[in-house]
């Protein structure tokens, strides 16, 4: 035998590790899977609020930028621009007007509206004379 040659496991042997990696895989995969799926939703969902609150404001820039003042052309600017928009879950964005502004609500996580995990971007909320900011809600 020469030095750099390693001896040949038996048969047997290899089957013993064989068995003993197969029953490992088939211990720890589930563990693995179902952790990683675990992980991997959790940090879907974290990241889908601030997606969705930037969507909310967009679709607030956009009506604003309409420079609408009556009432009702502004509701239908809201409506038009909501239409087809989705929130990050793939749902679709409640609008609505309040105080002569447009308001955009997503259901949120369950998907259930009025409910805490709501995500609201309100820019009825006043600075100063006149002047409006969003106010990110929940």
């Known amino acids: ?35 990683g799926i675990w992980l991997l939703g959790s940090d879907i969902s974290e990241h889908k609020v601030p997606s ?3 969507r909310l404001l967009q679709l607030t820039a956009e009506v604003d930028a309409l420079g609408l003042s009556d009432a009702d052309a502004l509701a239908a600017a809201v409506e038009r ?19 002569g502004r447009p308001r955009f609500v997503s259901a949120g996580d ?14 009825d909320a006043p ?6 900011d969003p106010l990110l809600v929940r």
């Open 52 to 54: 969705t609150r930037t």
């Open 81 to 99: 621009v909501a239409a087809d928009a989705r929130d990050a879950w793939g749902r679709p964005i409640r609008a609505e007007v309040s105080l």
């Open 1 to 35: 035998m020469q030095a750099n040659d390693q001896p040949t496991p038996s048969p047997t042997r290899r089957r013993a590790w064989r068995t003993l990696l197969f029953v490992g895989a088939l211990l720890t995969g589930p563990l693995l899977v179902v952790g």
């Open 127 to 132: 600075l100063g004379e006149g002047d409006f």
């Open 110 to 123: 369950d998907g259930v509206f009025d409910t805490a995990d709501d995500i609201v971007v309100r820019t």
